[in-house]
């Protein structure tokens, strides 16, 4: 975070100013002064309010900074669409910025994470349809493998049972004794 917010200070000091007519020293405090209450609200993890106050600092002072630091508020917010157009739009300023391979890093991740939230959402639209796969105690093979172990089981147990003698034995070293 520290290194966010010091490129934040180098691109608010040393950016171009804003050649609307307004008053660029105006601008630049209104922007230093959202982006701050921005800062320590992303610190205390209020992204919404963090971001409302960088967008408001980058209304106020236009900058490569203010579109990162957008983008991790939205990225924080679960918002992956809008974080990667923001990361993209600070990757358009800023294409060697500091932090320009971990953003480009961050887009690859969030594309992925995209697309494997859709493949998951249309697997349930799929399951909800009922074109998903099928449960396993509707599978035929299931069935057929606990009817094959119960006669198996069956088959042990009448085997082992129909093979004792009917009257019972006792062995010594003086012979077999049977009880009547």
């Known amino acids: 975070m520290l290194r966010l917010a010091s490129l934040c200070v180098v691109v ?7 050649a609307e007519g307004l008053s660029a020293g105006a601008d630049r405090e209104l922007a230093e002064r959202n982006f701050r209450i921005g800062s320590e609200r992303y ?25 990162y630091n957008v983008a991790r508020c939205l990225d924080r917010l679960d918002r992956p669409d ?11 300023k800023s294409p060697r ?13 969030l594309r992925e994470r995209i697309r494997l939230l859709a493949a998951e959402q ?3 639209l799929r399951v909800a349809r009922g074109e998903g796969p099928r449960p396993l105690y509707k599978r035929w093979w ?6 094959a172990a119960a006669a198996t089981g069956v ?19 003086y012979g077999t004794v049977r009880f009547p």
Do not use: M
């Open 155 to 173: 088959a042990i147990g009448l085997g082992v049972g129909l093979t004792r003698p009917s009257t019972p034995s006792a062995s010594t070293d």
């Open 12 to 18: 608010l000091c040393c950016g171009p100013a804003r």
């Open 142 to 147: 299931l069935w057929t493998s606990i009817a």
């Open 82 to 92: 809008e974080a990667i157009v923001e990361y993209q739009r600070y990757l358009a």
């Open 97 to 109: 910025g500091a932090s320009a391979d971990d953003v480009r890093e961050r887009v690859r991740v």
């Open 43 to 67: 610190e205390e993890t209020d992204y919404r309010a963090a971001l409302d106050h960088f967008e408001r600092a980058r209304a106020a002072y236009p900058s490569s900074a203010l579109d």
């Open 122 to 124: 249309e697997a349930r």
